[in-house]
């Protein structure tokens, strides 16, 4: 039998196996603080019956995510505090199992090939890969949608895809739209954490005063000084779970954009689907309370130029509730429904 995290998103320590028991630890690398991602696959334990346990507050509240494929995922079910018991069938030669539900950068790929999107490079990365973009319409409102700012919020790609796919079906008139999948793709593919980064983070890199640390991010400013950004929409996950971090929210950022960020909320409301991931303009975070204080984040950086209309995150839960629980079909209506959304806000709110 061999555990490992030789795999794109892969991040786990084997500590100890004792018996049928393994004991494991994530990896924080640069990330400073705690936090909770991990990944890894098991290989050869055909027929055999495995407890897998881990430091605190590592399991969601519906056990692992688990794939075959790293594509297709589904909920185990079962979480016994901070273990849970998986019997392998004897057909289950590689079992992948995961905090939440990864998003894999191929599943992108095979999106854009789909629909006849060209992917081509925004820059290198601060490692030196190649990170991928695609653009398509034709028109003068710049709409901007990024996710992955930190690496491991893999529920944003799932929503963002559902973007895409309804704008593409029914585009906006007069819009050129400027799509980056993975800013941190260097963290995507390893398998960090991402999320306070050393020393920082990639979504504390959009300072207007200075130049950013990560060609992702600088490239990034560098379109919009070019091309503008009306519409600026970044994709993310909240933290681990409990309370707000159970559900879907808008972080409104400025003050100064308070009604336009309770109007978009309300309409995305109204527009959810029963197909969909829920979400309640209620439970949107107010700007200024606890940590939602204006930064050098992207979406802060977009809603102060002056073109803009209206910038902000959306936050997604990694599991959601019993009676909300996420799944990767739930996720993408969420974002068809946000993109819908939009199509009716920018109706009435058109930019200058």
């Not at 028991?21 to 400073?32: A, F, S």
């Not at 539900?101 to 601060?126: I, T, W």
Request: aromatic share 14%.
């Amino acid at each position: 039998m061999v555990i490992h995290q030789n795999f794109i998103g892969g991040n786990i320590s084997v500590k100890e196996i004792d018996g049928d028991t393994v004991i494991l630890e994530n990896e924080l690398r640069d990330t400073t603080g705690d936090w909770f991602y991990w990944a890894f696959c098991v290989e050869g334990a055909e027929n055999r019956t495995l407890t897998f346990r881990f430091q605190p507050s590592r399991l969601g509240y519906f056990g692992p995510a688990v794939s075959y494929d790293l594509e297709n995922w589904h909920w185990l079910h079962h979480v016994e505090g901070d273990s849970f018991t998986y019997t392998f069938c004897a057909e289950e030669s590689k079992v992948y199992f995961a905090h939440s539900m990864l998003y894999h950068p191929s599943r992108f790929m095979n999106f854009a090939d789909k629909h006849h999107l060209q992917v081509e490079e925004l820059c290198k990365g601060y490692k030196g890969s190649s990170i991928p973009c695609i653009k398509f319409g034709e028109g003068n409102t710049s709409i901007i949608l990024t996710a992955r700012h930190h690496a491991c919020e893999s529920t944003g790609n799932y929503v963002l895809e559902g973007v895409l796919e309804e704008l593409l079906a029914d585009p906006i008139p007069d819009a050129t739209v400027f799509c980056v999948p993975f800013v941190d793709f260097e963290g995507v593919i390893r398998g960090d954490q991402g999320k306070n980064r050393a020393p920082h983070d990639q979504n504390r890199d959009y300072a207007t005063e200075k130049e950013a640390i990560y060609p992702e991010c600088n490239a990034i400013k560098e379109y919009a000084e070019a091309h503008g950004c009306h519409y600026g929409f970044d994709f993310h996950a909240p933290w681990h779970k409990g309370g707000q971090n159970d559900t879907v929210f808008i972080v409104q950022n400025r003050i100064e954009q308070l009604d336009l960020l309770n109007k978009f909320g309300s309409l995305l409301e109204k527009t959810i689907s029963a197909d969909s991931l829920k979400y309640e303009h209620k439970n949107d975070y107010p700007p200024e309370t606890g940590w939602n204080i204006p930064n050098a984040q992207f979406a802060n950086y977009m809603a102060t130029r002056a073109e803009n209309v209206v910038a902000f995150t959306l936050e997604t839960t990694y599991f959601g509730t019993p009676d909300n629980e996420v799944s990767i079909d739930k996720l993408i209506e969420l974002g068809r429904c946000f993109a819908k959304t939009f199509k009716k806000y920018n109706e009435t709110e058109q930019p200058l």
